[in-house]
């Protein structure tokens, strides 16, 4: 009768152990957005962002500021809250001169879109 009843709990546990290990948990999700003023010097760069060591492409288009995610010349991405780091590189067209990688994280809270914009002005070639 005892070896019926720890036979029962153990099917009745692992009963409750496979229906929660079947349910999906929702990763929390938020964006963000990369953009740069690279038009404003006079060297034709491309300016390709990596995420957590995975390209997320090459800017097409300079902005002059970021004022909101999902702008087409922005780069933008849905990512899981947290941190994450980023790198930047920057690359003359032309070969040599305004080469130059940035590095750093990114907070990123759920729901919420955050900026990162590389300004030229401020950047030490």
């Known amino acids: 009768m005892i070896m019926r009843k720890i036979a029962l709990s153990i099917f009745i546990t692992s009963l409750l152990y496979l229906g929660v290990s079947c349910n999906k948990v929702e990763d929390k999700k938020g964006t963000v957005t990369f953009g740069a003023n690279y038009g404003m010097i006079n060297c034709p760069t491309n300016v390709t ?56 994280t990114i907070s990123i809270n759920e729901n919420e879109c955050t900026i990162v914009f590389i300004n030229y002005l401020t950047i030490d070639f």
């Open 49 to 104: 962002i990596y995420v957590d060591n995975k390209k997320l492409g090459t800017l097409t288009s300079p902005a002059e500021v970021i004022t909101e995610c999902w702008r087409p010349e922005n780069l933008t991405k849905d990512l899981s809250v947290g941190q994450h780091s980023y790198k930047v590189e920057i690359r003359s067209i032309q070969g040599s001169g305004c080469n130059k990688d940035l590095t750093g």
